[in-house]
């Protein structure tokens, strides 16, 4: 591997965790529930990136297989938590 992909890979997973960190906080002390789900729903797509960078990085393609079911899990999670804040229920009799 190139060693100006091998840094950038690095930077990208650090500037990553930092963003997750940071939602982390938002989602412990959001003074609102949308925060909290903004906050839960940028943790998802942090950790989507982290394992998309670590699959480039480590050469694999089992990282990516991962991140698309993390995507998939993260959309149908965010859609049901969006129902539940603006309605109260998620399934509709």
């Known amino acids: 591997m190139n ?3 091998y840094w950038a890979a690095l930077f990208a997973l650090g500037c990553y965790t930092a963003g997750m ?5 938002r ?3 959001g003074p609102a529930s949308p925060d909290r789900v903004l906050a839960l ?3 998802y797509i ?3 990136l982290i394992l ?4 480039l990085h480590l050469n694999s393609s089992l990282y990516f297989d991962i991140a698309l079911l993390i995507s998939l899990f993260s959309f149908v999670g965010t859609v049901a ?3 539940f804040l603006l309605r109260g229920e998620v399934i509709e009799p």
Do not use: P
């Open 3 to 5: 060693s100006i992909v």
């Open 21 to 25: 960190a940071i939602a982390a906080i």
């Open 27 to 29: 989602l412990l002390r």
């Open 41 to 43: 729903d940028t943790m």
């Open 46 to 48: 942090n950790g989507m």
């Open 52 to 55: 998309l960078v670590l699959g």
């Open 81 to 83: 938590m969006a129902k």
